[in-house]
């Protein structure tokens, strides 16, 4: 006789009981299962017994509210991620199901990403690497200006546009540089700027980066009679607003004046103004350029004045890219990004731009003064060795001049005042001339082994480009107090670039100027300081007195009266 088969659990009825309902089979979540909310404690996972309903409904609430959070990158939740997935897999039922679940998942989450197209026809994409190309794009036009700009140096004989490849390959010998696609993009926008601008030299200074955007700088030589030229314009532009400045100052005090009394005036003279150095000398010898990236419009810097490059060495302040961006400081800087910009510059180009000595000599006419910066090639140089130039610091000299205390190369007098000034104030001015002592800088074409270290670390360092094949290496020079300072020579070659923040070196952390202290208080006088208001009792008792004397008064007129 054949056994009866066993009865099937899934055929059996369901029990409105949930103790009923686990003794079947296995049901959705167990207390020994891992899940959220469901473990419950008191309960062992190898025991039969079943917590309570109403715990059991709350974990599964807790279990289904977590699949249901919302993701802070993509905005879906496991929830539904989950049931589309599963819709999928039913509807298609592909085989294989447990080793494509990935892929599953991953379609799942692209089509949710899939632009929804509500027109006929698809948008275009442009890809980022379409857009780059057409930013470089104007690169690589060449235009009719820039044919009548290689006649003219041919004609001149030496052409404005720098080699920036040569020098890209000779800083690369020594892991200094940027990658070669962009300096070739370098190479181009110099072009275009040469092509734009009447430049008589152009130098590819270096790169300045910055938070948001960085600066490439071309440092150039305009021809002769365009430096004349912006000089007139800037000087006619700061006639204008001063002339407006004194124009708006004598509107406000006739307002003034006819509303109210003149008020008490201030006796602080402010210290006098120190003029900036012409265009061509001092820090202002070149013009700079820049642009945020190759195929950007190139912008011209604005001279750079004392104040700016006083303020400049208090203050340590990134660069954001943005030339308008305002300058937030103590002390208050005295102008926006750009002018802090060329400022820096105008630093660091005094401070690490050198040359092998004896490369450069003063001109045999002139003989070398204190304040003059001008210097020719010498033809008679002989390079030394590289491992000459690498062991002495001797071998290698500063060919700008550097800038004074005062914020300039060649010091001014700022108490040099008109003769009728001279007659007033002839104590002061004595006093003045006491406080006052010129200021002297090291003289042009200066050995860098006279520059001073910080602490223990030198002001620079010099070295091999390669000791495996030292015939053929070139010697390479940093700057330890400006990072990111670099020159290199090879033979008659030699080369000075800036790739860094714009920041000097500080052994110790940068600490901002306190502001100055806080002034007295006025001092106290009888007809400054506030009277105390009289209680009731003394305006009675002042009343009181009032009324005697006028009685006194009366009395005495009344008796001299009766004598007349």
């Known amino acids: ?250 509107e406000e005090e006739m307002e003034q004046k006819e509303k109210e009394p003149e008020p008490p005036k201030s006796t602080y003279k402010p210290p006098p103004e120190i003029p900036k150095e012409a265009n061509g000398t001092g820090t202002n010898k070149y013009v700079y350029f820049v642009c945020n990236e190759p195929g950007k419009p190139w912008v011209k810097l604005p001279p750079v004045t004392p104040a700016q490059i006083v303020c400049a060495r208090q203050i340590k302040k990134f660069f954001t890219g943005r030339l308008d961006a305002p300058i937030v400081s103590f002390p208050p800087f005295p102008g926006n990004e750009a002018n802090y910009l060329r400022a820096q510059i105008a630093r660091i180009s005094a401070g690490t731009h050198v040359s092998p000595t004896g490369f ?62 001279e007659e007033e104030g002839e104590e002061e001015e004595e006093e003045e001339e006491e406080e006052r002592q010129e200021e002297t800088g090291q003289p042009l074409l200066t050995l860098i082994s006279e520059d001073e270290g910080m602490k223990n670390i030198p002001a620079w360092t010099a070295q091999a480009s390669t000791n495996l094949i030292p015939e053929y290496s070139i010697a390479i020079l940093q700057s330890n107090r400006w990072p990111g300072a670099y020159a290199f020579a090879s033979g008659r070659k030699f080369e000075n670039i800036y790739f860094g923040w714009g920041h000097k070196y500080n052994p110790e952390s940068h600490t901002p100027a306190l502001p100055p202290p806080a002034e007295a208080e006025f001092p106290s006088e009888p007809g400054i300081t506030e009277a105390a208001d009289p209680t009731v009792e003394e305006e009675l008792a002042f009343k009181a007195a009032q009324e005697e004397a006028l009685a006194e008064a009366e009395e005495e007129e009344e008796e001299e009266g009766e004598d007349d």
């Open 360 to 421: 450069y000599q003063f001109p045999e006419d002139e003989e070398e003064e204190e304040g003059g910066d001008t210097y020719e090639e010498n033809p008679e140089f002989e390079p030394p060795p590289v491992a000459e130039m690498v062991e002495s610091l001797a071998m290698w000299a500063h060919h700008v001049k550097g800038i004074l205390k005062q914020g300039r190369c060649v010091w001014i007098n700022p108490a040099q005042k008109s003769e009728e000034d």
């Open 1 to 250: 006789m054949d056994p009866s088969p066993e009865p099937d659990p899934s055929h059996e009825p369901h029990s409105a009981y949930p103790e009923d309902a686990y003794d079947g089979g296995h049901g959705p979540y167990q207390p020994h299962e891992p899940g959220y909310g469901l473990d419950q404690p008191g309960y062992s996972p190898y025991e039969d017994e079943i917590p309570d309903a109403q715990a059991r409904m709350l974990a599964i609430k807790n279990a289904k509210a977590y699949l249901l959070k919302t993701s802070t990158k993509s905005g879906l939740n496991l929830y539904d991620h989950l049931a589309t997935i599963l819709t999928k897999i039913l509807d298609e039922q592909p085989a294989n199901t447990v080793d494509i679940i990935e892929t599953i998942s991953q379609d799942v989450k692209w089509a949710q990403f899939r632009k929804k197209m509500d027109t006929l026809r698809d948008e275009h994409l442009i890809p980022p690497t379409f857009e780059a190309a057409e930013k470089c794009k104007a690169l690589f036009i060449k235009e009719a200006a820039e044919e009548e700009h290689e006649e003219l140096d041919e004609e001149m004989g030496e052409p404005a546009l720098p080699n920036v490849m040569e020098t890209a390959f000779y800083f690369e010998q020594a892991g200094i540089g940027l990658s070669k696609d962009e300096c070739y993009y370098i190479f181009l926008a110099f072009k275009n700027l040469i092509s734009v601008q009447p430049i008589q030299t152009c130098r590819f200074w270096g790169k300045i980066l910055g938070l948001e955007m960085n600066y490439i700088i071309a440092e150039v030589q305009l021809r002769e009679g365009e430096e004349e030229e912006e000089e007139r314009e800037e000087e006619e532009e700061e006639t204008v607003a001063e002339e407006e400045k004194e124009m708006g100052e004598g």
